[in-house]
């Protein structure tokens, strides 16, 4: 499977013409093979555990396949604003997905960024394939559409508070410390 992820990232660098050296790459467990195998490969291999809290200042595309929620939550956190989640877009499992699969309590109390943002995501979904099932099963492109997150009162984008998971029993993350 990952190797069709890793396929699939490299045609979307060519397509949208992005620099290897401007794709950032982590996962505690990569390997030290992969990481030589990355950065051979002209890519930038992240060495401290971000936690998914990148902060942007362009536009930018995340491709975070089959990833933890408390990723895609963070992620969100980090970039709480309609500033910066407009210029966001992400690969990754289906928010629509995860909301399907969450008991509604449980995503407000452990995840609440994506709680909070489903209601102005445009998602759309891989295409289904028996072939590729396992390897992009509910993996969607999601954006964040400034004329939404604009409609959105000042007060949705306020006291955004770190999220810390204290409750969370399905907690799906390597955490620092």
């Known amino acids: 499977a990952s190797r069709y992820q890793l396929a699939l990232l490299f045609l979307l660098l060519e397509t949208l013409q992005i620099p290897r050296v401007s794709c950032l790459l982590f996962d505690p467990l990569f390997t030290e093979w992969e990481k030589s195998f990355l950065k051979d490969c002209g890519m930038v291999v992240?060495?401290?555990?971000?936690?998914?809290?990148?902060?942007?200042?362009?536009?930018?595309?995340?491709?975070?396949?089959?990833?933890?929620?408390?990723?895609?939550?963070?992620?969100?956190?980090?970039?709480?604003?309609?500033?910066?989640?407009?210029?966001?877009?992400?690969?990754?499992?289906?928010?629509?997905?995860?909301e399907e699969r969450s008991p509604a309590r449980i995503l407000q109390r452990d995840y609440t960024y994506i709680s909070y943002i489903l209601a102005v995501t445009e998602e759309a979904a891989f295409p289904d394939s028996n072939r590729y099932r396992d390897v992009f099963n509910d993996t969607s492109i999601h954006q964040f559409p400034r004329a939404k997150l604009d409609a959105k009162p000042r007060e949705f984008w306020e006291s955004a508070a770190e999220p810390m998971y204290q409750q969370c029993e399905d907690l799906e993350i390597i955490q620092n410390g």
């Open 46 to 98: 992240i060495t401290a555990n971000e936690e998914g809290k990148r902060p942007i200042n362009r536009p930018t595309l995340f491709y975070m396949v089959h990833c933890g929620k408390a990723l895609y939550n963070n992620l969100l956190w980090r970039n709480w604003s309609p500033q910066q989640l407009a210029q966001t877009i992400l690969i990754g499992n289906s928010f629509k997905g995860i």
